[in-house]
């Protein structure tokens, strides 16, 4: 584990929140609420072409400063010589505010793995990772500061949920690291971003506009956008039914993963609470119905946990569950959290889990536990308590 430069934290300020439009199974800190200053990546071109001709400069001044944030993740309005400096300022005042403090970032996996935290407006702090392949390079992001789900396994989800963050604030962690990716820092893989998971802090559905909106943003061409492919992002989501299949009408062909962990309702109440409110066989069809309006495979995703849904039947049982369905499984050996009491399956009781979903004709991987050792992997995002 190397540690990189770090930019000095200020002190905590008074954290605020809103409360978080999703279903928050734990209490939701009350107190001011300060919303996020606005930024270019809250609009489309056109608001912000809207935005500079009330500030009396020219429209086009908006897709200049666009084409630097957007076209060549230049973040600092100082280096955008190409705009006159009265107008530089007003502008970047307007729409470039600073959203993200980098708190600490770490990298691991010789270089290939770099996780952030940063530090938001109101103190609120959040994490993404950035990692790199051979072939690719993905970043995983944050939807929420903290999260309302409670998943017992989960380190986010112990905290509760602070707020949800805004468009921007979702889409600049993207931008900032494809921009410590575009300059070579991720040795062995390609210079450009090319794959976004919201698998970071939160619950994506539970922040529905703006994650809608900040996958628009990523998508859209440049200027008005990162210009990824929405094949390329993937929305995972504990089940939140009717968020899930207001998804499938947005005409986005992103993927989409389902946290299932448990194929039984027994089970799954206590892994992933929200089955409370929405059983396995409901956020299955949800599933499903997402994957025949977009033609999209339905990622389904399984922290193997030993002695606990590791068992040969609850195997079997998953494999009738998603026998002849556009579904692939993801089975993430669990990444114990601090004060667990659990722990990752055994290697081969996970060869046997795997062997018995393959042979129910079921398409199944075991995911890679990149960035462990920096608190870096699924569900060891806990940016409080990394906190200076
Ligand atoms: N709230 C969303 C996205 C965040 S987490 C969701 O639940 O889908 C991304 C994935 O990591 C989810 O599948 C989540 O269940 C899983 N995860 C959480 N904690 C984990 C842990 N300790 N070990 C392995 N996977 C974990």
Not at 87 to 92: F, I, K, M, T, V
Not at 335 to 341: A, D, F, I, V
């Amino acid at each position: 584990m190397t540690s990189l430069p770090m930019i000095p934290s200020r002190p905590e300020s008074a954290a605020t929140a809103e409360p978080g439009a999703g279903i928050p199974l734990r209490p939701v800190p009350r107190g001011r609420v300060v919303p996020p200053p606005r930024h270019l990546a809250d609009l489309d071109l056109a608001g912000r072409a809207a935005l500079a001709t009330e500030l009396g400069e020219r429209s086009f001044r908006a897709r200049q400063i666009s084409t630097h944030y957007f076209g060549r993740l230049v973040r600092d309005p100082a280096a955008m010589t190409d705009l006159p400096a009265a107008s530089r300022d007003r502008l970047a005042g307007a729409l470039l505010p600073t959203l993200l403090t980098p708190v600490r970032e770490m990298a691991c996996d010789d270089g290939a793995t770099r996780k952030a935290l940063w530090r938001l407006h109101d103190g609120s702090l959040v994490e993404s990772v950035l990692m790199g392949y051979p072939d690719r390079v993905t970043v995983c992001i944050s939807s929420q500061a903290g999260c309302g789900m409670a998943c017992p396994f989960c380190a986010t989800g112990q905290a509760g949920l602070t707020r949800n963050l805004s468009t921007a604030e979702i889409v600049d962690q993207a931008v900032y690291l494809a921009g410590v990716a575009a300059s070579g820092a991720v040795v062995g893989s390609p210079a450009r971003l090319s794959h976004v998971v919201f698998m970071g802090m939160g619950e994506p559905l539970a922040n529905y506009p703006r994650v809608i909106e900040a996958v628009r943003r990523l998508c859209a061409p440049a200027p008005e956008g990162l210009g990824l492919s929405q094949r390329h992002i993937t929305v995972s989501t504990v089940g939140l039914v009717p968020a899930m299949r207001r998804l499938a009408g947005e005409e986005l062909a992103v993927t989409l993963a389902l946290s299932l962990h448990a194929p039984d309702d027994e089970l799954r109440d206590e892994l992933v609470p929200v089955n409370q409110r929405w059983k396995v066989a409901e956020v299955l069809d949800a599933a499903w119905d997402y994957s025949a309006h977009t033609g999209r495979r339905v990622s389904i995703e399984y922290a193997m946990i030993r002695d606990v849904n590791d068992q040969p039947w609850r195997a079997d049982l998953l494999g009738r569950l998603l026998t002849g369905r556009r579904a692939h499984v993801n089975l993430i050996p669990l990444n114990p959290t601090p004060g667990s009491r659990w722990d990752a399956s055994p290697k081969p009781v996970e060869r046997e889990f795997v062997r018995r979903l393959r042979a129910a004709g079921v398409s199944t991987t075991v995911r890679d536990t990149r960035g462990r050792e920096i608190d870096g992997a699924c569900g060891q995002l806990a940016a409080a308590e990394v906190a200076e």
